[in-house]
């Protein structure tokens, strides 16, 4: 069953697409993630930044839900929606849902680490007490190939 694209997901997506551009530049692995409170208002943005922080766990996924919790002053985000450009990890969707995540948007699905539907299911585990809806392949193209052409000229 496809979910539905909700009009500003897009938006969304292009915004973390400009963000995993700058992660590229700054020679990182180019994910950017947007995080929308329930009216749609961007209230945290992160991209990958372990070279430059020296964290193993400095994805896009966890700075951008760090700044959003800042932002609302709560660990809590349910109602809010993550936008990613590439499938969550195991170490981000473990967040995700320690974060009460509703919705998780990405772009390209990682086949290899993916953690959202394509490896693993842990988003959607009916076995643990929180899960989130999840939209796969929105800009896919887009964000797959920012990936293919960091990756191709470090070969």
């Known amino acids: 069953m496809s979910l539905p694209v909700r009009a500003d997901d897009e938006n969304a997506l292009r915004r973390a ?6 992660a590229a530049a ?3 692995i180019p994910v ?32 951008a839900l760090r700044e959003a919790a ?4 709560t660990w809590n985000l349910e109602g809010c929606t993550l936008t990613v450009t590439l499938e969550p990890c195991l170490m981000c969707a473990g967040a ?16 290899k680490a993916g953690a959202a539907g394509s490896v693993y299911d842990v ?9 989130a809806e999840v939209v796969g392949g929105i800009l896919e193209d887009d964000a797959r190939a920012l990936l293919r052409t960091f990756f191709d000229a470090r070969r």
């Open 96 to 111: 995700i849902l320690q974060a009460h995540i509703t919705r998780v948007v990405f772009g390209a699905w990682d086949e």
């Open 123 to 131: 988003l959607r585990d009916r076995r643990l007490p929180v899960r």
């Open 70 to 73: 800042a932002s609302l002053g």
């Open 17 to 22: 697409l400009a963000l995993a551009a700058e």
């Open 32 to 63: 950017g993630a947007v995080v929308r409170d329930a009216a749609g208002t961007v209230i945290g943005v992160g991209r990958n930044r372990r070279e430059a922080t020296a964290d193993p766990t400095a994805h896009a996924e966890i700075v």
């Open 26 to 28: 700054a020679g990182e």
